[in-house]
């Protein structure tokens, strides 16, 4: 996964370039909306690549418009640790585009995404402006601090095996069959 060319100015034929979807966005009016999206560069992203990386000093928020996309970290064991997935419709990158610090996660695309891009400057200007949406975002922050909470926790709570045996369950994937016949 390498960034190198990862983020492409030229968008899948038919993008619409809207963050109205975005959990932010959905219930604000149109033209509180478009303030935001005039300050926004628009990429596709293909599968497999790196958005950016923890420990990157860019400090640009992103909106995921379309497509899959995964927070992970590494342990000191190397083993890369996911944080969660994130789908169309949501965002990424706020910590350090709030508090202007070094990425603290690495994110990569799952599928291939399609990203608006705001510089952090231009965000936080926004935010200055718009309260409904400070308040959303705070909401967001609660959300992902008990969800990991709750991971923690969880994970503390169990033995080796039984951490390896979840860790089994999450990478199981159905059988696209369905049930094998006897």
Avoid at 154 to 178: C, F, H, K, N, W
Wanted: glycine fraction near 6%.
């Amino acid at each position: 996964m390498d960034r190198q060319g990862a983020l492409r100015p030229e968008l899948p034929e038919g993008t619409e370039k809207s963050l109205k979807a975005n959990f932010l966005f959905c219930e604000q009016p149109d033209d509180v909306v478009a303030e935001l999206e005039n300050s926004c560069e628009w990429f596709w992203c293909p599968a497999g690549k790196k958005i950016f990386d923890r420990d990157d000093t860019d400090a640009e928020e992103f909106f995921l418009v379309d497509g899959l996309a995964r927070v992970v970290d590494h342990a000191q064991s190397r083993q890369e640790v996911a944080f969660s997935d994130l789908e169309a419709s949501t965002v990424f990158g706020e910590l350090s585009a709030i508090d202007g610090a070094e990425r603290s996660a690495t994110v990569y695309t799952v599928e291939g995404n399609v990203l608006a891009v705001v510089p952090a400057p231009a965000f936080v200007a926004y935010l200055k402006r718009q309260p409904e949406v400070i308040l959303l975002l705070m909401r967001h922050f609660v959300s992902s601090i008990l969800q990991l909470n709750s991971r923690v926790v969880g994970l503390s709570s169990l033995t080796g095996v039984q951490r390896i045996y979840g860790e089994l369950l999450q990478m199981a994937e159905p059988d696209p069959q369905g049930a094998a016949a006897g």
